[in-house]
Every structure is written in structure tokens, then in C-alpha cells.
Antibody, heavy 116, light 109 residues
Framework: EVQLVESGGGLVQPGGSLRLSCAASGFIFSSYEMNWVRQAPGKGLEWVSY????????HYADSVKGRFTITRDNAKNSLYLQMNSLRAEDTAVYYCARDRRVFNLWGRGTLVTVSS | EIVMTQSPATLSLSPGDRATLSCRASQSIGSDLAWYQQRPGQAPRLLIYGASTRATGVPGRFGGSGSGTEFTLTISSLQSEDFAVYYCQQYTNWPPRWTFGQGTNVEIK
């Protein structure tokens, strides 16, 4: 089955760090560009970050630039998001999403709550 | 940043009705527009890309149109499973600065 499964979410204090993972299965992970998209509680969708499948070139939304780092391990069919200096406004469900520009496959998401 | 504005915020309709959802871009994006459906507690699902091309497995009752700054998603006859929130997304920028609209909630009247 073609799927993405996120993990690593949880409760973290402001200023803290968290690392999210996304496990891919059912397709050739190394052939696809990947993204993280988030959704604050009761709010809309926000693209967060992109990583190339060829050379791991990364791009970020201005709201997370300098604090978040996206990486991938094609040997492990996995995508990651290292989140540092977390803020209350980073509280959201984080989805990994496949493909460049148009997100054709989504995981179920993992909830990150930033609160003291 | 390209701002995407969806209207209306909420659409109250009955099963069998026709739904017309609008999305406006703050500047021209050509046909670089996608529509997603999100049911409660679920991840978004791609419906339409390139403004008018249905994604694999999407029923024919879903149709997209428009170009430039004005776009429309039409559901010809609402089924029970279509009551959900719909988001438009522009993907014209590179490097990416992809943005979504705030969503239209299609609810049962």
C-alpha cells in the first residue's frame, strides 16, 4: 500500500526542540520530492518546507526559516523535520506530503503542541 | 507572497445540490492551481491540479475552471461524502512560496 506515516509529535515547551519523522512505503521514495505542510488547530493549511530527491536541496517558509531543517534518508525511505526554537504559533498537525508543487499523497499527520 | 482568498467561507447545501466554490489569487498564477478536500479528522486529498485536471480516482462530478486570478471548483450534485472543507493552493513560485486559501466549508443544510 502506498502510504506516508508521520511520528515524533508531542508536547514541548517554548524554545524547545522536536524531530518529526515520516516513513514512506509502497513507492520508490528516492524518486520523489517531499514536503512538510502544517495545520494549526481549527485553521487552514500552510506549506512549511520542501526537499529535493536528487541533491536534498531544501526550501522553507519564512515563518520557519533558520529554525527548522528538513532532511531525508533515501536508504531508510524516511523524511525528517528538525524543529528548534519552537514557538506557540508552531502548534499544529504536521503532515508530510509527496511531490513538487502539487501534493498528491499525504500522511495522517502528527500533532505538535508548544506550550508551557 | 501570493494571497489566496476563498469564498464563501461556508456553503450550506442539501445532497443533490450543485456547489460552486471560488478562489481568487492576489496576482496572476496562470493555471498553477490545485484544489484539495479535507474531511473531518482526515488528511487533505488532492482533487484538481492545473486548475482543471482531475486527480486519479476523483469522481467526474468534481470540476475545476479558471485561469489567471479567478478560479472555480464545481461539484455538480453533492453526495454525502462531499460535505467537507475545500482548499485551493497556488504553486506558481520557484523557489517555493506555495500558499493555500483559508478554506470553504461545505456543510449540510
Amino acid at each position: 500500500e502506498v502510504q506516508l506515516v508521520e511520528s515524533g509529535g508531542g508536547l514541548v515547551q517554548p524554545g524547545g526542540s522536536l524531530r518529526l519523522s515520516c516513513a514512506a512505503s509502497g513507492f520508490i521514495f528516492s524518486s520523489y520530492e517531499m514536503n512538510w505542510v502544517r495545520q494549526a488547530p481549527g485553521k487552514g493549511l500552510e506549506w512549511v518546507s520542501y526537499v529535493s530527491n536528487i541533491d536534498s536541496t531544501a526550501h522553507y517558509a519564512d515563518s520557519v526559516k533558520g529554525r527548522f531543517t528538513i532532511t531525508r534518508d533515501n536508504a531508510k525511505n524516511s523524511l525528517y523535520l528538525q524543529m528548534n526554537s519552537l514557538r506557540a504559533e508552531d502548534t499544529a498537525v504536521y503532515y508530510c506530503a509527496r511531490d513538487r508543487r502539487v501534493f498528491n499523497l499525504w500522511g495522517r499527520g502528527t500533532l505538535v503542541t508548544v506550550s508551557s | 507572497e501570493i494571497v489566496m482568498t476563498q469564498s464563501p467561507a461556508t456553503l450550506s447545501l442539501s445532497p443533490g445540490d450543485r456547489a460552486t466554490l471560488s478562489c481568487r489569487a492576489s496576482q496572476s498564477i496562470g493555471s498553477d492551481l490545485a484544489w484539495y478536500q479535507q474531511r473531518p479528522g482526515q488528511a487533505p486529498r488532492l482533487l484538481i491540479y492545473g486548475a482543471s485536471t482531475r486527480a486519479t480516482g476523483v469522481p467526474g462530478r468534481f470540476g475545476g475552471s479558471g485561469s489567471g486570478t479567478e478560479f472555480t471548483l464545481t461539484i455538480s450534485s453533492l453526495q454525502s461524502e462531499d460535505f467537507a472543507v475545500y482548499y485551493c493552493q497556488q504553486y506558481t513560485n520557484w523557489p517555493p512560496r506555495w500558499t493555500f486559501g483559508q478554506g470553504t466549508n461545505v456543510e449540510i443544510k
